[in-house]
């Protein structure tokens, strides 16, 4: 389906726009997995409070794994297979520890979504570069959920 995109080149337009997307689903897939292993282990005064900005933002994540995997099937690329596959093409650091402190916790994933709008502008320069205006628009959106996000980790810490 490389007629999707606009572009004098469709397959270097897919392999581009595909090697740019397929990291960016590994580190959303990280991200989610960092964001509800927080919200499990969060602690302190403020639980209720984090516990549940915690759940939404993993939720508002994860719903976009589905459709960063879609977009990249529909402009004629793969995406990722496994955890694996994941684990290479992720750049979001994991956190194993076991006890991290809620602020800690909320200032992690502040940078991690400001890290993943940063990934969302560079994929979205790509995008822009071969006129697949179908992707740009669904990573505008993306980047104004990942900053909103952000904007609530940073004022939660302050």
Not at 50 to 79: C, F, N, P
Not at 80 to 90: F, M, P, T, V, W
């Amino acid at each position: 389906m490389s007629n999707a995109i606009l572009d004098n080149d469709p397959g270097l337009a897919v392999a581009d726009i595909a090697d740019h997307l397929n990291p960016l689903l590994a580190d959303v897939f990280a991200l989610y997995l960092k964001t509800r292993n927080f919200h499990w282990h969060i602690s302190g005064p403020h639980f209720r409070d984090y516990h549940l900005m915690l759940d939404e933002q993993s939720l508002q994540i994860l719903a976009m794994t589905d459709d960063i995997a879609e977009r990249v099937r529909k402009i004629g690329g793969t995406t990722l297979h496994s955890i694996g596959e994941i684990a290479r093409l992720q750049r979001l650091r994991d956190n194993d520890e076991i006890d991290v402190a809620p602020q800690t916790m909320l200032r992690e994933l502040h940078a991690d979504n400001l890290k993943l709008v940063e990934a969302m502008l560079d994929a979205h320069a790509i995008c822009d570069d071969h006129a697949d205006v179908a992707t740009a628009s669904l990573l505008e959106n993306w980047i104004d959920e990942a900053q909103r996000r952000a904007w609530f980790l940073a004022e939660a810490v302050k």
